[in-house]
């Protein structure tokens, strides 16, 4: 089945600077990947989305990059601000999405 | 996904009892699943379901039962044989079924303490 690796597991960035996430998945059968959010107590939300078929997408500050030849995607946040400091969760899902499989997740601090 | 309501938020069980958590959705998705996460972890699949009268085990499902009678609907039962229920419990919908996978919104969450 699909596994999912995510680094790092924690990262830490001063306020304005960029954070990169990465993750690997296992299954090249793949072709859908989510990165949610979530806050303290709260449920995950989805920020941001790429399939397949797409390098690359960009939503204001955040964006995702996939490379599908060594089977890795990334989240990209640029001028991080406080409220960013979350806990974030890539995910990977092939056809159907019988095989939804969440990585371990990353804790973003922003500090001010 | 503010069409998925779970409810109680809270949730107290004595050892020894089944409870069982409320997941409903009116946002006419086919695709309902269920999540455990624990303090400082990430998302383990319970069960899910893709349609009506129909659902599968995911990584953790013992300890575990659920059904799907209705579209809106995927309760969660958790009974004694899980040794360790404490835990964050999320429920989560997705609108289609097809050759791309598609975005899962989630519910709330109910938190589940065993005393």
């Known amino acids: 089945g699909e596994n999912v690796e995510q680094h790092p597991s924690t990262l830490s960035v001063q306020e304005g600077d960029s954070a990169v996430i990465k993750c690997t998945y296992s299954d090249s059968a793949s072709n859908y990947f989510p990165w949610y959010k979530q806050e303290l107590g709260k449920r995950p939300q989805l920020i941001i989305d790429i399939r397949s078929n797409v390098g690359e997408k960009k939503d204001q500050r955040i964006a995702v990059t996939l490379n599908k030849t060594a089977k890795h995607f990334s989240l990209h946040i640029t001028e991080t601000q406080p409220e960013d400091s979350a806990v974030y969760f890539c995910a990977a899902s092939n056809a159907y999405g019988q095989n939804f499989v969440f990585g371990p997740g990353t804790r973003l601090s922003v500090l001010p | 996904d503010g069409g998925i309501t779970q409810s109680p938020k809270y949730l107290f069980r004595k050892e020894g009892q089944n409870v069982t958590l409320s997941c409903e959705q009116n946002l006419n998705h086919d695709a309902m699943y269920w999540y455990r996460q624990d303090p400082g972890q990430g998302l383990r699949l319970i069960y899910y379901?893709?349609?009506?009268?129909?659902?599968q085990k995911g990584d953790i499902a013992e300890g575990y039962s659920v059904s799907r009678e209705k579209k809106e609907s995927f309760p969660l039962t958790v009974t004694s044989a899980q040794k360790n229920p404490t835990a964050f419990y999320l429920c989560a919908s997705s609108p289609r079924l097809g050759l791309f996978a598609d975005t899962q919104y989630f519910g709330p969450g109910t938190r589940l303490t065993v005393l």
């Open positions: 379901s893709q349609i009506v009268n129909d659902f």
